[in-house]
């Protein structure tokens, strides 16, 4: 999915209630299923701990605070990982406020880490600002909505390959980070007060021109042009 591009947007009522938590919205991590195994981030825990689904036998675990302080820059504070985003195979993707990380699950060991050469670490990535949304992960990349733009990294290599809007733009009047859902050719970004709906225009128009070439007598994609 592209995310250079057009925007379509849907206002809602309410707001961000009076007295928030002590985690963010996003933060909260549902339990996650790959593999035979269960991946459980307890709510502001020490770790984060891998199950084998069928015997509910530790497979092993993360601490949290180990992750945090590993490859720090000078004045640099720790930013333990609080998201658990998800999984790909062997990797797996955690965030904290501004600081990503994707780990190799299954070559990880907890007293080892981070491995000869970094061999446990796929690659970080660090944001000049704070994530202001939950990231979403393809098989190929990942969405991170920070407060200035979302960026799409390669999940791969981690190099950022597009963003959203680009800069030196900023958000325009109605735009604004939040919770990242992506689905064919669409990006829906969930925020405190409307859902927004983006598409690639150049995609999206060449999708109408071959459905129109396939069936020149079909009236649906003319409607939908």
């Not at 990942?142 to 390669?154: N, Q, S, T, Y």
């Not at 109605?174 to 990006?187: A, F, I, S, W, Y």
């Amino acid at each position: 999915t592209n995310i250079n591009m057009m925007r379509r947007g849907m206002i809602m009522g309410g707001g961000v209630p009076r007295s928030a938590p002590k985690l963010k919205p996003w933060q909260y991590n549902p339990v996650t299923v790959s593999e035979g195994n269960v991946f459980v981030l307890p709510d502001e825990g020490k770790h984060l701990l891998v199950y084998d689904a069928g015997s509910g036998r530790e497979v092993k675990r993360f601490t949290l605070d180990r992750l945090a302080r590993w490859n720090l820059k000078v004045g640099e504070q720790p930013d333990p990982p609080n998201t658990l985003v998800g999984l790909a195979g062997e990797k797996l993707v955690l965030a904290g406020n501004s600081r990503v990380l994707c780990l190799d699950w299954k070559k990880y060991n907890d007293e080892k880490f981070p491995g000869p050469n970094d061999e446990m670490v796929v690659w970080p990535s660090g944001l000049p600002v704070q994530l202001r949304g939950r990231p979403f992960l393809t098989t190929t990349a990942l969405f991170l909505p920070g407060e200035d733009r979302i960026r799409k990294l390669d999940l791969k290599s981690g190099s950022a390959i597009e963003e959203y809007p680009k800069w030196p733009r900023n958000w325009d009047d109605g735009e604004g980070p939040g919770n990242v859902l992506v689905t064919g050719d669409h990006v829906v970004v969930a925020g405190a007060t409307a859902v927004d709906v983006y598409t690639d225009l150049k995609v999206a128009t060449e999708k109408l021109n071959a459905e129109l070439a396939a069936a020149p007598a079909d009236p649906d994609p003319r409607l939908r042009y």
